[in-house]
Protein backbone atom coordinates (compact mmCIF):
# COMPACT_ATOMS: atom_id res chain seq x y z
CA UNK A 1 0.00 0.00 0.00
CA UNK A 2 2.75 2.33 0.87
CA UNK A 3 4.89 1.48 -2.19
CA UNK A 4 1.57 2.11 -4.20
CA UNK A 5 0.97 5.89 -2.55
CA UNK A 6 4.58 6.60 -3.18
CA UNK A 7 4.54 5.42 -7.15
CA UNK A 8 1.48 7.83 -7.24
CA UNK A 9 3.26 10.20 -5.41
CA UNK A 10 6.05 10.14 -7.31
CA UNK A 11 3.60 10.45 -10.49
CA UNK A 12 2.08 13.53 -9.57
CA UNK A 13 5.26 15.36 -8.76
CA UNK A 14 6.66 14.56 -12.42
CA UNK A 15 3.42 15.55 -13.66
CA UNK A 16 3.23 19.13 -11.67
CA UNK A 17 7.05 19.64 -13.10
CA UNK A 18 6.12 19.15 -16.34
CA UNK A 19 3.23 21.17 -16.27
CA UNK A 20 5.31 24.55 -14.49
CA UNK A 21 8.36 23.63 -17.12
CA UNK A 22 5.84 23.75 -19.83
CA UNK A 23 4.10 26.63 -18.77
CA UNK A 24 7.48 28.69 -18.14
CA UNK A 25 8.46 27.94 -21.90
CA UNK A 26 5.14 29.22 -22.95
CA UNK A 27 5.92 32.61 -21.27
CA UNK A 28 8.90 32.89 -22.20
CA UNK A 29 7.40 32.97 -25.96
CA UNK A 30 5.30 36.12 -24.63
CA UNK A 31 7.83 37.73 -22.73
CA UNK A 32 11.31 37.82 -21.40
CA UNK A 33 12.05 35.54 -18.32
CA UNK A 34 13.08 38.68 -16.07
CA UNK A 35 9.44 39.53 -16.14
CA UNK A 36 7.97 36.59 -15.33
CA UNK A 37 7.52 36.06 -11.83
CA UNK A 38 6.30 33.09 -9.40
CA UNK A 39 2.58 34.52 -9.02
CA UNK A 40 2.17 34.43 -13.44
CA UNK A 41 3.29 31.34 -13.66
CA UNK A 42 1.08 29.57 -11.32
CA UNK A 43 -1.79 31.51 -12.90
CA UNK A 44 -1.18 30.01 -16.17
CA UNK A 45 -0.72 26.89 -15.03
CA UNK A 46 -3.66 26.89 -12.56
CA UNK A 47 -1.32 26.12 -9.52
CA UNK A 48 -1.04 26.98 -6.00
CA UNK A 49 2.11 29.25 -4.84
CA UNK A 50 2.19 26.62 -2.64
CA UNK A 51 2.31 23.86 -4.83
CA UNK A 52 5.18 25.95 -6.86
CA UNK A 53 7.36 25.94 -3.91
CA UNK A 54 6.86 22.60 -3.05
CA UNK A 55 8.79 21.68 -5.98
CA UNK A 56 11.10 24.50 -7.15
CA UNK A 57 13.23 26.88 -5.02
CA UNK A 58 12.15 30.06 -7.73
CA UNK A 59 12.14 30.42 -11.66
CA UNK A 60 16.32 29.82 -11.45
CA UNK A 61 15.42 26.79 -10.10
CA UNK A 62 12.60 25.88 -12.79
CA UNK A 63 15.06 27.09 -15.68
CA UNK A 64 17.91 25.23 -14.37
CA UNK A 65 15.66 22.35 -14.51
CA UNK A 66 14.41 23.10 -18.06
CA UNK A 67 18.30 23.96 -19.34
CA UNK A 68 19.38 20.30 -18.26
CA UNK A 69 16.51 18.39 -19.71
CA UNK A 70 17.19 20.24 -22.89
CA UNK A 71 20.63 19.29 -22.91
CA UNK A 72 19.92 16.12 -21.71
CA UNK A 73 17.81 15.41 -25.14
CA UNK A 74 20.55 16.65 -27.12
CA UNK A 75 23.37 14.52 -25.92
CA UNK A 76 25.29 12.49 -28.02
CA UNK A 77 28.61 9.89 -27.98
CA UNK A 78 31.05 12.24 -28.92
CA UNK A 79 34.10 10.25 -29.80
CA UNK A 80 37.45 11.38 -30.55
CA UNK A 81 38.12 9.13 -33.78
CA UNK A 82 34.94 10.66 -34.77
CA UNK A 83 36.16 14.38 -34.53
CA UNK A 84 39.26 13.40 -36.65
CA UNK A 85 37.56 11.55 -39.19
CA UNK A 86 35.78 14.79 -39.70
CA UNK A 87 38.85 17.10 -39.71
CA UNK A 88 40.39 15.21 -42.87
CA UNK A 89 36.89 16.02 -44.22
CA UNK A 90 37.51 19.23 -44.32
CA UNK A 91 40.75 19.28 -45.61
CA UNK A 92 39.65 16.98 -48.68
CA UNK A 93 36.32 17.50 -49.00
CA UNK A 94 34.68 20.42 -47.15
CA UNK A 95 31.40 20.57 -49.82
CA UNK A 96 30.56 17.27 -48.08
CA UNK A 97 30.24 19.29 -44.24
CA UNK A 98 26.88 19.92 -44.10
CA UNK A 99 25.62 16.06 -44.45
CA UNK A 100 28.52 14.61 -42.12
CA UNK A 101 27.87 17.46 -39.65
CA UNK A 102 23.91 16.12 -39.50
CA UNK A 103 25.37 12.38 -39.51
CA UNK A 104 27.61 13.26 -36.45
CA UNK A 105 24.78 15.33 -34.34
CA UNK A 106 27.26 15.36 -31.33
CA UNK A 107 30.14 17.15 -32.98
CA UNK A 108 27.19 20.11 -33.43
CA UNK A 109 28.09 23.42 -31.21
CA UNK A 110 25.89 21.97 -28.26
CA UNK A 111 23.71 25.32 -28.01
CA UNK A 112 23.01 24.72 -31.72
CA UNK A 113 21.84 21.29 -30.76
CA UNK A 114 19.21 22.10 -28.27
CA UNK A 115 17.63 25.21 -30.38
CA UNK A 116 16.93 22.77 -32.87
CA UNK A 117 13.95 21.55 -30.64
CA UNK A 118 11.17 24.18 -31.26
CA UNK A 119 10.38 23.76 -27.91
CA UNK A 120 13.72 25.08 -26.33
CA UNK A 121 14.21 27.38 -28.56
CA UNK A 122 12.81 30.33 -26.58
CA UNK A 123 15.76 29.71 -24.20
CA UNK A 124 18.18 30.90 -26.57
CA UNK A 125 16.27 34.17 -27.72
CA UNK A 126 15.65 35.70 -24.52
CA UNK A 127 18.96 37.86 -24.40
CA UNK A 128 17.71 38.47 -20.65
CA UNK A 129 18.77 34.61 -19.71
CA UNK A 130 21.82 34.55 -22.54
CA UNK A 131 25.06 35.03 -20.08
CA UNK A 132 23.07 32.74 -17.19
CA UNK A 133 22.47 29.72 -19.95
CA UNK A 134 25.58 30.09 -21.52
CA UNK A 135 27.26 29.98 -18.33
CA UNK A 136 25.19 26.69 -17.23
CA UNK A 137 26.08 25.22 -20.37
CA UNK A 138 29.98 25.79 -19.91
CA UNK A 139 29.36 24.33 -15.91
CA UNK A 140 27.75 21.50 -17.67
CA UNK A 141 29.79 20.49 -20.42
CA UNK A 142 33.28 21.02 -19.61
CA UNK A 143 34.48 17.86 -17.62
CA UNK A 144 34.01 15.65 -21.03
CA UNK A 145 35.83 18.49 -22.98
CA UNK A 146 38.65 19.21 -20.96
CA UNK A 147 40.07 15.87 -21.10
CA UNK A 148 39.83 15.98 -25.06
CA UNK A 149 41.48 19.86 -24.98
CA UNK A 150 44.40 18.47 -22.30
CA UNK A 151 45.17 15.88 -24.50
CA UNK A 152 45.51 17.14 -27.99
CA UNK A 153 46.52 20.58 -26.86
CA UNK A 154 49.27 19.54 -24.73
CA UNK A 155 48.02 21.89 -21.93
CA UNK A 156 47.05 21.55 -17.99
CA UNK A 157 43.47 21.24 -16.95
CA UNK A 158 43.09 25.19 -16.07
CA UNK A 159 44.42 26.44 -19.80
CA UNK A 160 42.17 23.82 -21.33
CA UNK A 161 39.11 25.31 -19.36
CA UNK A 162 39.73 29.06 -20.66
CA UNK A 163 40.09 27.77 -24.09
CA UNK A 164 37.02 25.39 -23.49
CA UNK A 165 35.04 28.74 -22.54
CA UNK A 166 36.40 30.61 -25.51
CA UNK A 167 34.70 27.97 -28.16
CA UNK A 168 31.78 27.87 -26.00
CA UNK A 169 31.05 31.65 -25.57
CA UNK A 170 32.27 32.25 -29.41
CA UNK A 171 29.48 29.47 -30.63
CA UNK A 172 26.73 30.85 -28.76
CA UNK A 173 27.97 34.66 -29.67
CA UNK A 174 28.04 33.38 -33.42
CA UNK A 175 24.90 31.66 -33.04
CA UNK A 176 23.29 34.14 -31.53
CA UNK A 177 24.15 37.13 -34.17
CA UNK A 178 23.08 34.23 -36.73
CA UNK A 179 19.37 33.96 -34.52
CA UNK A 180 19.82 30.54 -34.21
CA UNK A 181 19.60 29.88 -37.94
CA UNK A 182 21.80 27.18 -39.56
CA UNK A 183 22.49 29.09 -43.24
CA UNK A 184 25.25 28.32 -45.89
CA UNK A 185 26.95 31.18 -43.96
CA UNK A 186 26.32 28.78 -40.78
CA UNK A 187 28.19 26.05 -42.49
CA UNK A 188 30.76 28.12 -44.02
CA UNK A 189 31.93 29.22 -40.79
CA UNK A 190 32.14 25.87 -39.10
CA UNK A 191 34.23 24.37 -41.97
CA UNK A 192 36.48 27.49 -41.19
CA UNK A 193 36.64 26.52 -37.46
CA UNK A 194 37.19 22.78 -38.36
CA UNK A 195 40.30 23.73 -40.67
CA UNK A 196 41.45 25.77 -37.85
CA UNK A 197 41.19 22.74 -35.70
CA UNK A 198 42.60 20.19 -38.12
CA UNK A 199 46.32 22.50 -37.95
CA UNK A 200 46.65 21.41 -34.36
CA UNK A 201 48.75 18.11 -34.17
CA UNK A 202 47.42 15.32 -32.17
CA UNK A 203 48.56 13.99 -28.67
CA UNK A 204 50.50 11.64 -30.36
CA UNK A 205 52.28 13.46 -33.04
Known amino acids: MMEEKIRKTDRRSRYTCRVIKETLLALLKERPFTKINVSQLCRAADLTRGTFYLHYRDLYDVLDDVLEEALHLTEGDFTENEFWQLLELVEHDAAALPERLLQQYSL ?22 ALYVLQFIFRREKSRSLPFLEN ?54
Not at 108 to 129: G, H, N, S
Not at 160 to 172: T, Y
Not at 174 to 184: E, I, L, T
Open 152 to 205: YLHVDEAMAERIFLFFVAGAFAVNQHGKWQKDPAWYEFQSLILQMFSRIPKGNE
Open 108 to 129: LPVCQRVTDIPAYRVLFLDETI
